[in-house]
């Protein structure tokens, strides 16, 4: 049920928004300019806290499930209805910026804040969650809070998932506190929010400000077992079966198959290890991530042919075998068509000009549109630079973000 936006000259406080972001990039601050809060480490954790005593400070209710999710509660007049969700998340990349994830974490701490200065209650209750290891930088794959919430995955597989060190997520979950008691999903949601920035570069090419998601690239991750056979550097070039030589191919046959796919192809070799990355020694083993995106899913699927055939190819000229197995997908997704038209009213009212836009990059909105009804805002990345110390969305951007995710959710959830 949407409700009827009546807040038409209620707005969210940019320097306030600006203020909190700038605040919580101190958690985990590189000498570049930007974040490393890793999935559940004592960083990640610390801004957390950070967020909880913002929130506890406006008397907001907070909540933590089994897998980590933190849940913010500014209570409705209708207990009774679903909650409209916002959220995204806390942790970061090795070098992450300022604005990725927290943008749209931050952004609904703005909007429940804007609503307690304007003194205007909503019928349906709000919730504002930060999910567990979005990343996966750490825990790989990522959006595992997201995940397990929407039923992917098990909570005894969530809590499974491991690090490279052997860590489970369960493990560092009950190390930092962050383990809660409710049970993870399996309740009703009216409708989720996700702010965030785009990490990619059409919306500035474009001079748009805001950007309507309404659905994602189709993507296939694998990963690259490369069998070599490990030697003293004395064994003659030929006599060598080398995996970093072999790497070397799959990483360029990789490059190539995105590239022959035209502008909206993308494929990706992000994640590598040598075995037994030694000084004086041949590589015996390397494993590597690899995947392949595009906007049509037809074109997904040509690709990942193309990919295995790239990577016999690959094998055959190095001498080395090569195994390339399916790891995590995504795609295609259309986000709800109600709340993306809700999204487009919304900027034509707040004077914002828009364009529709396909997200390349997966989000915690991707684990939870198969299951309850999703929409998300982009705003400007400079340069599309993301995943980077100087990643950088400017204030104002940050502000109509915020505009747009405040009206629709009001609006969503009905004024009181």
């Given at each position: ?179 809660g008691d409710e049970p993870v999903g399996n309740r009703p949601v009216d409708a989720y929010f996700e702010l965030h920035v785009e990490q990619g570069p059409h919306l500035e090419r474009a001079g748009v400000p805001v950007g309507v ?204």
């Amino acid at each position: 049920m949407a409700g009827n936006d009546r807040g038409g000259n209620l707005t969210v406080d940019g320097d306030r928004l600006w203020d909190s972001l700038m605040r919580m990039a101190e958690i985990g601050a590189l000498p570049g300019g930007g974040c490393r809060r890793l999935g559940l480490t004592p960083e990640d954790s610390a801004g957390r806290a950070l967020l909880v005593r913002w929130a506890e400070a406006q008397g907001y209710g907070i909540g933590r499930d089994r897998v980590g999710n933190l849940f913010i509660r500014r209570a409705g007049t209708r207990p009774e209805l679903a909650p409209v969700m916002m959220g995204s998340h806390l942790d970061t990349v090795m070098t992450g910026g300022r604005f990725d994830g927290v943008l749209g974490v931050l952004g609904g701490l703005e909007v429940m804040r804007s609503l307690d200065e304007a003194g205007i209650a909503t019928q349906r209750t709000l919730e504002l969650v930060v999910w567990t290891n979005e990343e996966g930088a750490r825990f790989a794959p990522g959006n595992t809070g997201a995940f397990a919430f929407s039923g992917k995955y098990t909570l005894e597989q969530a809590l499974a998932h491991a690090d490279l060190d052997g860590t489970r997520v369960g493990d560092a979950l009950q190390a930092l506190g962050e383990a809660g008691d409710e049970p993870v999903g399996n309740r009703p949601v009216d409708a989720y929010f996700e702010l965030h920035v785009e990490q990619g570069p059409h919306l500035e090419r474009a001079g748009v400000p805001v950007g309507v998601v309404t659905g994602t690239y189709t993507v296939r991750y694998f990963n690259l077992t490369i069998m070599g056979d490990a030697a003293h550097l004395a064994q003659p070039l030929e006599n060598r079966r080398d995996a970093l030589v072999g790497a070397a191919e799959a990483i360029l046959a990789i490059r190539r198959v995105g590239v022959s796919h035209g502008e909206d192809g993308r494929s990706n070799a992000s994640w590598i290890e040598v075995f037994p990355n030694v000084r004086g020694t041949v590589a015996a083993t390397v494993r590597m991530s690899c995947d392949v995106r595009h906007a049509d899913p037809e074109v997904t699927q040509a690709m990942a042919a193309d990919l295995h055939a790239a990577i016999g190819d690959a094998s055959r000229r190095s001498g080395v075998a090569m195994q390339l197995e399916p790891f995590h997908r995504f795609g295609p997704i259309l986000f709800d068509a109600g709340l993306v038209e809700l999204l487009r009213d919304t900027a034509r009212r707040r004077g914002h000009a828009f364009r529709d836009i396909v997200t390349v990059a997966g989000h915690d909105a991707i684990a939870l549109a198969p299951v309850l009804p999703t929409a998300m805002i982009f705003v400007p990345s400079a340069g599309g630079l993301s995943h980077n110390e100087r990643e950088h969305t400017d204030p104002a951007a940050c502000a109509a973000g915020a505009d747009m995710l405040l009206h629709a959710v009001l609006a969503r959830a009905g004024h009181a």
